[in-house]
């Protein structure tokens, strides 16, 4: 037992109850901070694994965008201090049984299945190599979703804004 | 890889052209009038659509992340064909006074979501795959709540893009257990490696839920009602038929590829879904009293009877699947059309109030009539044969019980369906929706839905032709 | 890849993220949580993606770019559904799905 290892396993215990905490908090902005640190600690895992690249999109993406409009769009359309209304028992329990016995299943196939770790060294992954792969149309070439996902994120930029500058009529 | 190997991407790419075409000529009309603006957006896809049955290689492209054959060819025009449709009717609704210059948007989506479509049909790479159907579904959100100043459409929208973001979740966790057990994210290297262990089953199941929600298969249609209901009618058609439709594709082509090797585990999946799908559906829609409600959850039937072919897993199977789509599209399109001129003209959606609408709106009437017969599998009409060739289909794999069940329950729907025929043509009212003449791009559609109703299940060749091609693509895959 | 720590480790960690947002779609009402809760399950997709990769296949980075796929897509998702949150709520002033009561089942 390394440093490291017990580093992981902390922090692993931490999330899982940060996304317990985020998911059962009765009120908002809580909710939103604790999946904040779920994020950074997914961020740090990318770090751990060296895939710096990785880590810093998820930075940038998810914790300076994606966490940024669930704050904003929050903060719009909610009052501090607000809290959720509590969750009907058998709504909760049913979640709950369902949640746990999926989870269950799904450990126990895990734990069930060898896992064949490879030994490969590679290189390390740098930024240049990724640009590379990213616009490759040979095979491990992503040049084609590369493509496709700015029609996505276009056709999402339309579809957002049509949705924004729509004027209510007699509504304030 | 040369130029012309594009060309094997061609419907995606005239789809992509067609998109800059809508969005540079949206600029150069009034908001005030937008008529232009549709006939060009209408010119284009009627283009590309006729443009799709022009012989076309057939290959793979980007090292196999993008395939392509006569089968996929076909697919993508079955759901060119359903948007072209869903165009001409739309135009009286995108026409009214305060929507026009909301048009090029509408048009804009609904060309992406296609592009989408045709992305998610080619997949070769679950990158693809998850892509083409994040395209098919986001955009699709925004024209669900198109109609933003009631909450209802507003409303349809949210559950929409919560529930395809919650349902793709499940089928990216399941996607990440395959990877882990095949090692390649390429459908080819799955497809290969791929073995049946309680791991890849846990795989497929969570992979399967995932497209279950797209389909809305029961136990995973939660929303489904909601969502169509509140949704613009003619949003809700393209939700219903195209939506549909492209997921039923994928979803053959991904079980009969990329799951083969898996056969036995999702065969008594599909037996089991279809009999709650088919009963469940069946008994809400005896229920319904509101039209967008009630082809909602006949909708959900109908998916239940297009697994019927999915469980046969040969090219019988395959070409039922496509068949019964063609014929959905037309049936179920021709439904919604009329729905669609009466919410338009005269706002109401519920099936009382067509009481005694035969008697102002012959024409109308009648081609409701024969939709509802074709939906419900009525001979001589298309959904006869399509209904009829997916018991077929059934029944070669020795479903027997299977098939009976899904025979009851025609019978069953038909009920429903000739509950909305009584109500046009015998039940009285005293004050019935007046006469309205829909305009020409309604009765062109109409028109096309009729025609297909009937080509479809009168000339045998579509028939042939589709078994043919899905035989084909089951020698490429040996 | 972290020394010491097995695989299996690791994925049933992301597995009880992953239910955790199951649990979370499934009780929530507010629509903002229920966002909160899809952003948890495709971070422990994003997890297994990562670390499968890095374990059993790092020759080639598929895990590594579906996962930076995945956060493209999340990133338009969770902008459209705003702007969607943010329409509702000029419309009716709450962003409940119960309180909605025009529709009902």
């Keep these: 037992m390394n440093a490291l290892t017990i580093i992981f396993y902390i922090m692993a215990v931490l999330m899982v109850v940060f996304s317990i905490m985020a998911v059962t908090s009765r009120k908002l902005l809580r909710a939103a901070i604790y999946l904040l640190f779920v994020l950074i600690g997914v961020a740090v895992f990318y770090l751990a694994v060296d895939y710096m690249f990785l880590a810093a999109v998820q930075v940038v993406v998810y914790m300076g965008g994606?966490?940024?409009?669930?704050?904003?769009?929050?903060?719009?359309?909610?009052?501090?201090?607000?809290?959720?209304?509590?969750?009907?028992?058998?709504?909760?329990?049913?979640?709950?049984?369902?949640s746990l016995v999926s989870a269950g299943v799904v450990i126990s196939v895990i734990n069930g299945f060898t896992f064949i770790t490879s030994t490969f060294e590679g290189d390390k992954l740098t930024v240049a190599h990724i640009g590379q792969q990213l616009l490759s149309y040979d095979q491990f070439g992503y040049v084609l979703p590369f493509e496709v996902i700015s029609i996505l994120l276009l056709a999402a930029m339309i579809a957002a804004i049509a949705i924004a500058k729509y004027k209510h009529q007699g509504k304030s | 890889?040369?130029?012309?190997?594009?060309?094997?991407?061609?419907?995606?790419?005239?789809?992509?052209?067609?998109?800059?075409?809508?969005?540079?000529?949206?600029?150069?009309?009034?908001?005030?009038?937008?008529r232009g603006l549709y006939n060009i957006s209408l010119l284009t896809m009627i283009i590309i659509t006729v443009l799709g049955f022009l012989p076309a290689p057939s290959g793979k492209l980007f090292g196999g992340m993008y395939i392509t054959g006569d089968i996929y060819i076909l697919m993508k025009n079955i759901l060119n064909i359903a948007t072209v449709i869903v165009l001409l009717q739309s135009r009286g609704w995108l026409e009214k006074p305060g929507q026009q210059k909301r048009m090029g948007e509408f048009i804009l989506l609904l060309?992406?979501?296609?592009?989408?479509?045709?992305?998610?049909?080619?997949?070769?790479?679950?990158?693809m795959f998850y892509l083409g159907m994040e395209l098919a579904t986001i955009p699709l959100a925004a024209l669900a709540a198109y109609e933003l100043n009631k909450s209802k459409s507003a409303e349809a929208g949210i559950k929409l893009i919560l529930l395809a973001a919650f349902s793709s979740g499940i089928l990216l966790f399941g996607t990440s257990l395959i990877y882990a057990a095949a090692g390649t994210l390429y459908f080819e290297g799955v497809m290969a490696i791929l073995d049946s262990t309680a791991f890849t089953t846990l795989g497929l199941i969570l992979f399967f839920a995932g497209l279950g929600f797209k389909i809305s298969l029961v136990p995973f249609h939660l929303w489904t009602a909601d969502v169509y209901e509140g949704a613009p009618t003619n949003v809700t058609s393209f939700l219903s038929v195209a939506s549909k439709g492209a997921a039923v594709f994928i979803l053959v082509i991904i079980l009969n590829t990329v799951f083969k090797s898996l056969n036995d585990?999702?065969?008594?999946?599909?037996?089991?879904l279809i009999i709650i799908t088919i009963t469940i559906g069946n008994l809400f829609a005896l229920r319904q009293r509101n039209i967008k409600r009630f082809l909602a959850f006949s909708s959900i039937a109908q998916a239940g009877f297009i697994m019927l072919g999915v469980i046969n897993d040969g090219g019988l199977g395959m070409a039922t699947v496509i068949y019964f789509v063609l014929v959905y599209v037309f049936s179920n399109l021709a439904a919604?059309?009329?729905?669609?001129?009466?919410?338009?003209?005269?706002?109401?959606?519920?099936?009382?109030?067509?009481?005694?609408?035969?008697?102002?709106?012959?024409?109308?009437?009648?081609?409701?009539?024969?939709?509802m017969f074709s939906l419900a599998g009525i001979?001589?009409?298309?959904?006869?044969?399509?209904?009829?060739?997916?018991?077929?289909?059934?029944?070669?794999?020795?479903?027997?019980?299977?098939?009976l069940i899904a025979v009851l329950n025609t019978i069953i729907s038909l009920y429903y369906y000739l509950l909305v025929i009584k109500a046009m043509f015998i039940d009285k009212n005293g004050a019935p929706i007046g006469y309205f003449k829909s305009d020409t791009a309604m009765q062109v559609s109409l028109v096309i839905c009729i025609l297909g109703i009937i080509v479809t299940g009168f000339t045998s060749g579509?028939?042939?032709?589709?078994?043919?091609?899905?035989?084909?693509?089951?020698?490429?895959?040996? | 890849m972290i020394e010491n720590i097995p695989l299996s480790h690791i994925l049933i960690f992301s597995t009880l993220i992953f239910f955790t947002?199951?649990?979370?779609?499934?009780?929530?009402?507010?629509?903002?949580?229920?966002?909160?809760?899809?952003?948890?399950?495709?971070?422990?997709?994003?997890?297994?993606?990562?670390?499968?990769?890095?374990?059993?296949?790092?020759?080639?980075?598929?895990?590594?770019?579906?996962?930076?796929?995945?956060?493209?897509?999340?990133?338009?998702?969770?902008?459209v559904a705003i702007a969607l949150f943010i329409n509702l709520y000029r419309n009716i002033r709450s962003i409940d799905v119960d309180e909605v009561t025009e529709m009902k089942h």
């Design chain 2, 336 to 371: 919604f059309g009329v729905a669609a001129a009466i919410e338009n003209e005269t706002g109401k959606e519920s099936i009382d109030d067509y009481n005694g609408f035969y008697r102002t709106n012959p024409r109308l009437s009648l081609v409701m009539m024969l939709a």
């Design chain 1, 66 to 98: 994606i966490l940024v409009l669930i704050i904003f769009s929050i903060l719009l359309t909610s009052h501090l201090g607000e809290r959720l209304q509590v969750v009907k028992p058998t709504t909760m329990l049913f979640a709950a049984v369902l």
């Design chain 2, 462 to 478: 579509v028939f042939d032709y589709m078994v043919n091609l899905s035989q084909q693509f089951f020698l490429t895959l040996q």
């Design chain 2, 379 to 403: 001979p001589p009409f298309a959904g006869f044969f399509g209904k009829f060739f997916l018991f077929t289909a059934a029944a070669e794999k020795g479903y027997y019980i299977l098939t």
């Design chain 3, 21 to 79: 947002g199951v649990y979370g779609f499934l009780t929530r009402k507010n629509m903002i949580t229920m966002l909160i809760s899809i952003e948890l399950v495709l971070n422990a997709v994003n997890i297994n993606f990562v670390a499968i990769n890095k374990y059993m296949f790092p020759e080639q980075l598929e895990g590594h770019f579906f996962t930076l796929f995945i956060i493209g897509i999340a990133a338009a998702e969770a902008a």
């Design chain 2, 1 to 34: 890889m040369s130029f012309s190997d594009f060309l094997l991407m061609r419907n995606e790419l005239l789809l992509v052209a067609a998109a800059v075409i809508i969005l540079i000529a949206d600029m150069s009309f009034s908001d005030e009038n937008k």
């Design chain 2, 265 to 272: 585990v999702w065969d008594p999946m599909v037996y089991a």
């Design chain 2, 111 to 127: 060309v992406s979501v296609l592009i989408g479509m045709s992305y998610m049909i080619s997949s070769g790479h679950f990158i």
